[in-house]
Nanobody, 128 residues
């Protein structure tokens, strides 16, 4: 099972940008689908973006389309989430999760219950 560590969160003004990283340790990273979830305080964890093992297909939630970009570098065992044009509603904890069998669909929001490997999260705070 992969061990995941998120980083890159912080405090930013509305309209600003951040790049989150999800670094993995363990074998076979290149075979895993990676998903980023967003969890505002007191609310459920929702999938915002997903990338397949090959990097060839991705998913974005409606609220982040055109603003967030997911990518991966299998040589570095890392997945990135570029957050642009940030809004106050993007505030919350961001978690990455991994699963070898999950298949990203461009019209299907990932369900947190499908994933067992999680990082500890990184906090993003967007001020208005």
């Amino acid at each position: 099972q992969l061990q995941l560590v998120e980083s890159g969160g912080g405090l930013v003004q509305a309209g600003g940008s951040l790049r989150l990283s999800c670094a993995a340790s363990g074998s076979a990273f290149s075979y895993y689908t990676i998903v980023w979830f967003h969890q505002p305080a007191g609310k459920e964890r929702l999938g915002v973006s997903c990338i397949r093992a090959s990097g060839g297909s991705t998913y974005y939630g409606d609220s982040v389309k055109g603003r967030f970009t997911i990518s991966r570098d299998n040589a570095k065992s890392t997945v990135y989430l570029q957050l642009n044009d940030l809004k106050p509603e993007d505030t919350g904890a961001y978690f990455c999760a991994a699963d070898m069998d999950y298949y990203c669909e461009d019209d299907q929001s990932p369900d947190a219950s499908d994933f067992t490997a999680w990082g500890q999260g990184t906090q993003v705070t967007v001020s208005s």
